[in-house]
């Protein structure tokens, strides 16, 4: 949820996804890498609505 709620604050993806994980690393329950390495980036990081004409 914290990787949703910062693409919808405004936060490129990769930006989103790195506070996500801070955020997972903060929590002990889930600290470890088995709940927040596997989570990749794949493709643009700008979200291209950003820069097109198309709403």
Aim: no cysteine.
């Amino acid at each position: 949820m914290q990787l949703r709620t910062a693409i919808i604050a405004g936060k490129t993806k990769a930006q989103a996804l790195q506070f996500a994980q801070v955020k997972m690393l903060a929590n002990s329950e889930y600290a470890r890498p088995l709940y927040w390495a596997s989570y990749v980036l794949v493709g643009e990081s700008v979200d291209q609505r950003r820069y097109s004409n198309i709403p």
